[in-house]
């Protein structure tokens, strides 16, 4: 069991280099698999959802063989099965974009009902589904796995009006349509970047996908994509967790290979809180040197502020002056952390979808724990600001989507090392024997 020891009270000072999108690169993985050729991706960041995407198509029978840490090229020329592993496929969440690509290529997909980051509340599917059946498939649940197949082996292009904005089910049902017969339109569609990172692999292997990045996408079904080379764009969450950062603990960094017009929603927030932020090509410098005052957060489909910066900003406003509220509206609830900011002295009520955060003058440090991916980046946030030293234990979350945190961290100043630690169970068992 990995944890983080944090002696905080540190600002960070110097310069980050921003990785690969981890929710682009856990789409574009699975799209590879319409690909019948060589598919070189680059830029792919090394976390560990992105290790077990390659190792579930691996499974499948495709060829992947790394070009380098970044760069890895993936033939699925001669996949054998497209029944994924239980096992590998229920531990990320976004293995349903194996349903997507696979029934898309070959007309059936077989795959464990996803897992993933469990943020509290449900994460429904159902709006993938009804895509899936709209072009045509019967989708079952049997046994754990989700069976989706279509008659004849070719979906049909058609109109599908998603009822809520849905990240995945745009993707899903972009990689499901992109073979399909005919023309297909996804209305009231998810904008976020990544999406539009999607339907550019795609394009760039041979779909032909238009409107990506509005709520309207077009796609005319293609007989078949062939290989190419695509380069996935910076991750936006991953900028937006560094900037916190230097909000909370004061400092000067320079942010490198960011898109800055990703960063908008997030570098919008941070100016008002007193955080300077200078945008020059594709890199922000963020600097805070006085006092942080209070502002209100609302969590909405991009272009709105991205729910999974949601527990970084409300650290962040937990030392500045006055009250914020936090309000989430994408997920039902995402505040379990909430807990944890409190045993280092947060000040902050959470009633259904909002948080009342009254700033604090300081954090001090304690053994926190990370429930999830982003709550685990606030919590290092936390510690890198707090007074004293923190043990941040569920480190694993963290490592599924931040590639080199820890080195990352270090090398802008921040006193943080990862150690090795018997889990509970062993620490008993060796107190007993
Ligand atoms: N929803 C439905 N039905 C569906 C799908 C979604 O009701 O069929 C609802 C959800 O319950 C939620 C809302 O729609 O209230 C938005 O969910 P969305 O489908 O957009 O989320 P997702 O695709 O499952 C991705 C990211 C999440 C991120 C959300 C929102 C991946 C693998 N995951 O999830 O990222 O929070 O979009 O932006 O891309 C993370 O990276 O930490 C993370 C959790």
């Not at 000072?13 to 019948?36: H, M, Q, R, T």
């Amino acid at each position: 069991m990995t944890k983080y020891i944090v002696q905080g009270g540190k600002p960070l000072f110097g310069e980050v280099e921003i990785s690969g999108a981890k929710n682009a690169a856990v789409a574009i993985i699975p799209a590879a698999l319409l690909v019948d050729g060589v598919c070189r991706i680059e830029n792919i960041p090394q976390i560990s959802d992105v290790t077990l995407c390659l190792k579930i198509l691996e499974d499948l029978g495709a060829g992947i063989r790394s070009i380098n840490r970044h760069t890895v090229e993936i033939d699925c020329s001669h996949i054998r099965s497209t029944r994924t592993n239980y096992d590998l496929a229920r531990k990320i969440r976004a293995s349903y974009y194996l349903i997507g690509s696979l029934l898309g290529r070959f007309g059936e997909a077989s795959v464990a009902m996803p897992g993933g980051c469990n943020f509290g509340g449900v994460r429904p599917i159902d709006q993938h589904v009804k895509g899936f059946t709209a072009l045509g498939a019967k989708v079952s649940v049997e046994g754990g796995f989700i069976n989706a197949a279509v008659e004849g082996g070719r979906l049909k292009g058609t109109n599908i009006y998603l009822d809520v904005v849905s990240v995945g089910a745009t993707m899903n049902i972009m990689m499901a349509a992109v073979m399909a017969e005919g023309n297909t339109v996804i209305e009231n569609a998810a904008k976020e970047p990544h999406i539009v990172d999607l339907a550019n692999f795609l394009n760039s292997m041979g779909a032909n996908i238009r409107g990506a990045g509005t709520d309207t996408i077009k796609i005319r079904g293609v007989e078949k994509l062939t290989g190419g080379s695509y380069a996935i764009i910076p991750d936006q969450i991953e900028a937006g967790t560094y900037m916190a950062a230097v909000a909370a603990t004061g400092g000067q960094v320079l942010v490198k290979n960011i898109i800055p017009k990703h960063m908008d929603c997030i570098t919008a927030k941070l100016q008002e809180c007193g955080v300077e932020v200078e945008e020059q090509d594709d890199t922000l410098l963020v600097r805070r040197t006085g006092k942080m005052q209070r502002t209100n957060v609302k969590t909405l489909p991009y272009p709105g502020f991205p729910t999974d910066m949601q527990p970084q900003i409300t650290t962040v406003l937990a030392l500045a002056e006055g009250t914020s509220l936090v309000t989430e509206g994408v997920w039902g609830s995402r505040y379990r952390y909430v807990d944890e900011l409190k045993r280092m002295g947060a000040n902050i009520q959470v009633d259904d979808k909002t948080a009342v955060v009254e700033g604090v003058e300081y954090l001090t440090g304690a053994p926190v724990q990370a429930y999830d991916l982003r709550a685990g980046a606030a919590m290092v946030i936390a510690a890198l600001a707090a007074r004293g030293q923190s043990e941040i234990s569920g480190v694993q979350y963290i490592e599924r989507g931040y590639e080199d945190i820890v080195e990352k961290l270090r090398a802008i100043g921040a006193d943080i090392r990862a150690v090795e630690e018997p889990d509970d169970s062993e620490t008993l068992q060796a107190r007993i024997g």
